[in-house]
């Protein structure tokens, strides 16, 4: 018997003419939603897929194959006064309404996506389960979560088609992430000018929007010093908020070693094409880890308080580090919200170079 036969209110995919996925998150969030436009797509070829998002996050799925149309939000239309804010809103909602969906895939539990569902008035919506009238009335399916860091976040975002009846294809779960051409020539200029070679280097993101996910700066210049004297070429990244280009300048100092430093210096598409060329990738919890599963890149990364079960690097070669900590994932900004986290402030050196020895087969 077809399993979608004991799913009595499954809907046909092939019905389906137009989606609009909304994912009204951080960077890493969305990213980790690329297999459902994948997998949408691989069930219904001919149906178009939008996508929603923060203007800031639209890198992570601009490009998609699978993408038809990306409409973004600005995070701080908030700003621009009463007026403007309306104008930019209705702009939003008559450009939506004009793609006449048939299906609205809602990847949180914001009121905003069941606002909009609503005002989109789609045949079929979906959205994670919650208990109010209002919220079950905006949806025609609601997938459950599985709680306790449990569940990796791309097979959650998954889940919703799966409350579909749409079961997603082997093949199509992968992270998705398009570099561009464009990224591609710049970051192939910058590895000829520091005469560094494709698959020639490693990468080392040390940083977090949140420091209490990272690493110490002490440890990350040990790791660098260790890694420099058996001869690797280091390339050192950051985003170009200041508190991070802080962090990666005083581990360069206390590093005192020759590398590449691009913190700071790079966008989005241009971090992906320069991390696709990176032999490995090293770092904390963060968009850039996902990025590099995402381009395929084998990853060594330090979990601290956040779950790496539901965060870790999806479908790459990869070793993650943590610490023997009991309390750990606690979700926590710090030990007792101190924005220090022992459990990563105590990994050792020694075991991150383990993990990078086994993960390239000389451990």
């Given amino acids: 018997m077809n399993l979608k036969s004991y799913l009595r209110d499954a809907i046909d995919p092939t019905l389906v003419r137009r989606a609009l996925v909304i994912k009204l998150r951080h960077h890493g969030d969305v990213l980790l939603c690329s297999p459902v436009l994948s997998s949408l797509k691989a069930a219904a070829p001919d149906c178009e897929i939008d996508a929603l998002v923060f203007a800031d996050t639209a890198a992570m799925l601009a490009g998609h194959p699978a993408l038809a149309q990306l409409h973004t939000l600005g995070r701080d239309w908030k700003k621009l006064g009463l007026w403007q804010q309306i104008a930019h809103e209705w702009a939003l909602i008559k450009a939506l309404r004009s793609r006449h969906y048939d299906l609205v895939i809602h990847l949180t539990d914001h009121p905003r996506g069941a606002w909009l569902t609503r005002l989109l008035g789609p045949r079929w919506a979906v959205a994670p389960h919650r208990t109010e009238t209002w919220w079950k009335n905006s949806f025609t399916h609601q997938y459950r979560i599985v709680g306790g860091g449990r569940r990796h976040t791309v097979d959650t975002h998954l889940d919703a ?7 997603p294809a082997e093949g199509a779960r992968a992270l998705h992430l398009e570099p561009g051409a464009e990224a591609q020539t710049h970051v192939d200029a910058l590895l000829a000018q520091h005469k560094l070679t494709d698959k020639g280097f490693i990468q080392i993101h040390p940083a977090s929007r949140w420091f209490f996910k990272c690493w110490p700066v002490a440890r990350n210049a040990a790791l660098i010093q260790t890694l420099a004297a058996r001869g690797e070429k280091i390339v050192i990244t950051g985003a ?11 581990i360069i100092a206390s590093a005192g070693v020759e590398l590449v430093d691009l913190s700071g210096a790079l966008n989005l598409k241009q971090l992906a094409a320069l991390t696709l060329r990176a032999r490995l990738f090293v770092g904390v919890d963060s968009a850039p880890m996902h990025i590099a599963a995402a381009v395929g890149t084998p990853c060594v990364a330090l979990f601290g308080p956040s779950g790496d079960k539901e965060w870790g690097p999806w479908q790459v070669p990869h070793r993650v580090v943590t610490s023997s900590h009991t309390c750990r994932p606690c979700g926590q900004d710090g030990c007792g919200g101190g924005k220090v986290s022992e459990c990563l402030t105590q990994i050792e050196v020694a075991t991150v170079l383990a993990a990078i020895d086994a993960l390239e087969g000389r451990g």
């Fill in 161 to 167: 088609l799966r409350r579909l009846g749409i079961q």
């Fill in 240 to 250: 170009p908020d200041e508190r991070e280009r802080e962090m990666v300048a005083e």
